[in-house]
C-alpha cells in the first residue's frame, strides 16, 4: 500500500477543522482534512445561527458553505472519508492513519473531533432535531423568547441551561426520569426558588408529534407507567435536549489524557501529552462549546502545528 507524506492531518470537518485548514494554508503546509460525514457537523443541523459574530442570523448550511469556500478558496484539501486508526511512532515522531481507501503519514495531527449530543431517545426527536429540538440553551434560546421550553434531564448542565432560558422564556418545564434532580444543590434551591420553573420528576418525554413543527408532546409518569399528552399551538414552544454530550475521543485512546467525561485534556497551545498531537473544537476539555470557540481552537491548533513543525505563521 502506498503511503502519502503529509506535513499535517486534520481529522475533522467541522468548525474547528476548517479553521485549521485555513491556517494552515496561510502556512504553506502540505494538509489534508478528513470528514467522515458532511463538512460543519451539527452546526448544519442548527436551523439559523444568531451568535457567531459579523453574520447574525446565518443558517447552518450557509454558514459552513461559506467557510468551506474559504477553505478550498484558500487551497486547502478535503478528503471525504473516515479515519478508522491513528498511530504515533515515538522513535520517529510520525503519525499514521488509515482510511478506508489509503494510509498517510503525517508529521503533525490536529483532532477536531467534537462531540456529539446524547440522545433522549424519544419518538420524533431525530425527526424534529433544529426545527423545535435543541440540544444547547446558549445557541437557540433567544429563538424561544416568551415562549414555553421544556428541558430534558435533570444534571448540573441542564439546570444551569434551565436558569439560562428562565431569564428568557415564558415557563421553563424540567422533565426528569428519576425522583431527584442529580444537579449541586445550591442549582437546585434555585430552580425551586424561580417562579418560571416547573419541575416534573419520575417523568419522561416519549413522544413528540407535529406537521412542520411540534404540536403535542406525550409524557410517561414513570413511577405509575401511565402516560398523558399536552397539545400546544405549533411554534408556541421548544424542547432542550440536556442529558449530556459524548466526545469523539476514541480515535485518540492512548494518545492523550482524558476527564471523567472522556473529554481530552490540551493545553493553551491545544497540545496534548503526544507531541505533534493538538486537539480543537468540542472534543476537549473546556467551558463553553459554541461554534466561535471551536473556530478560536481550530486556528490555535493549526497555529501551534506550524510552529512546532518550524513553518510559525507570521501576521
Known amino acids: 500500500m502506498n503511503v502519502a507524506s503529509l506535513d499535517l492531518a486534520i481529522i475533522g470537518g467541522g468548525p474547528a477543522g476548517l479553521s485549521a ?26 436551523s439559523e445561527v444568531d451568535n457567531y459574530p459579523g453574520v447574525p442570523g446565518a443558517d447552518g448550511y450557509g454558514l459552513v458553505e461559506a467557510m468551506q469556500n474559504q477553505t478550498e478558496g484558500l487551497g486547502a484539501r478535503i478528503v471525504m472519508e473516515p479515519v478508522e486508526s491513528l498511530a504515533h511512532d515515538a522513535v520517529s515522531g510520525l503519525f499514521t492513519l488509515e482510511t478506508a481507501s489509503g494510509a498517510y503519514e503525517a508529521k503533525a495531527v490536529v483532532a477536531a473531533l467534537g462531540a456529539r449530543p446524547r440522545p433522549a431517545g424519544f419518538v420524533g426527536e431525530d425527526r424534529f432535531t433544529g ?10 434560546g433567544m429563538f424561544y423568547r416568551n415562549k414555553h421550553v421544556f428541558v430534558i434531564g435533570g444534571g448540573n448542565s441542564a439546570a444551569e441551561e ?37 419541575i416534573r420528576l419520575l417523568t419522561s418525554l416519549v413522544e413528540l408529534d407535529g406537521a412542520e413543527v411540534p404540536e403535542r408532546l406525550v409524557f410517561r409518569d414513570n413511577a405509575t407507567g401511565e402516560t398523558y399528552e399536552e397539545s400546544h399551538e ?21 494518545l492523550v489524557d482524558v476527564d471523567e467525561a ?10 496534548t501529552r503526544t507531541p505533534g498531537l493538538f486537539v480543537a473544537g468540542d472534543a476537549r476539555v473546556k467551558p463553553l462549546r459554541q461554534i466561535v470557540t471551536a473556530t478560536s481552537d481550530g486556528a490555535v491548533a493549526a497555529t501551534s502545528a506550524a510552529a512546532y513543525l518550524g513553518r510559525p505563521i507570521e501576521g
Do not use: W
Not at 428519576?178 to 417562579?195: F, I, P, Y
Open 21 to 46: 485548514a485555513i491556517y494552515a494554508s496561510r502556512a504553506l503546509l502540505n494538509a489534508v482534512t478528513f470528514e467522515r460525514e458532511a463538512l460543519g457537523g451539527q452546526v448544519i443541523l442548527t
Open 131 to 140: 426545527r423545535g429540538v435543541s440540544y444547547c440553551a446558549t445557541c437557540d
Open 162 to 198: 434551565a436558569l439560562f432560558l428562565a431569564r428568557i422564556a415564558s415557563k421553563v418545564t424540567m422533565i426528569v426520569r428519576k425522583d431527584h434532580l442529580r444537579a449541586q444543590e445550591a442549582l437546585v434551591r434555585e430552580l425551586e426558588s424561580n417562579e418560571k420553573v416547573e
Open 234 to 254: 405549533a411554534g408556541s414552544f421548544g424542547v432542550f435536549v440536556l442529558t449530556g454530550r459524548v466526545p469523539e475521543t476514541e480515535l485518540l485512546r492512548g
Open 262 to 271: 472522556g473529554y481530552a485534556i490540551a493545553d493553551e497551545r491545544m497540545a
